[in-house]
């Protein structure tokens, strides 16, 4: 892994290990915290190791993820005989508090429960 700056994210080079190479990116471009504690700055290194964390794993869910999750869905209350309208009004309400509370806002909004992606679903089905 490269050093990376915990307060710009710039990835910097390996001779930026050094004390004075580390100093002189803070007094450059980071002035305003040259006086903060270490502990500042190792919070904000906590911090960004838990979004590099996060962001890899929300990136498993792609866009075609979210739509075969959908048609599957779909397919689910197909065959149970149910209106496809209870996808809009149960399903999707429910899958889309799922998805905030375990992926965040960005990827909840990837999931597609429309009346034309159920139809679809199931013209592609039979």
């Given at each position: 892994?490269?050093?990376?700056?915990?307060?710009?994210?710039?990835v910097?080079?390996?001779?930026?290990?050094?004390?004075s190479?580390?100093?002189?990116h803070?007094?450059?471009?980071?002035?305003h915290?040259?006086?903060?504690?270490r502990?500042?700055?190792?919070?904000?290194?906590?911090?960004?190791?838990?979004?590099?964390?996060?962001?890899?794993w929300?990136?498993a869910?792609?866009q075609?993820?979210a739509?075969?999750?959908?048609?599957?869905?779909?397919?689910?209350?197909?065959?149970?005989?149910?209106?496809?309208?209870?996808?809009e009004?149960?399903?999707?309400?429910?899958?889309?508090?799922?998805?905030?509370?375990?992926?965040?806002?960005?990827?909840?909004?990837?999931?597609?429960?429309?009346?034309?992606?159920?139809?679809?679903?199931?013209?592609?089905?039979?």
């Amino acid at each position: 892994m490269k050093p990376q700056c915990v307060v710009c994210m710039k990835v910097l080079t390996s001779e930026s290990f050094k004390k004075s190479q580390l100093k002189k990116h803070l007094d450059s471009l980071h002035p305003h915290l040259s006086s903060k504690p270490r502990e500042y700055f190792e919070n904000l290194e906590i911090s960004a190791k838990k979004q590099r964390l996060n962001s890899s794993w929300f990136g498993a869910f792609d866009q075609r993820s979210a739509s075969m999750a959908s048609f599957e869905v779909a397919w689910l209350i197909a065959r149970n005989k149910k209106p496809h309208t209870i996808g809009e009004d149960l399903v999707k309400p429910a899958a889309l508090k799922m998805a905030q509370i375990m992926c965040g806002q960005k990827e909840a909004t990837k999931l597609n429960f429309s009346r034309k992606c159920f139809k679809s679903s199931m013209d592609s089905k039979s």
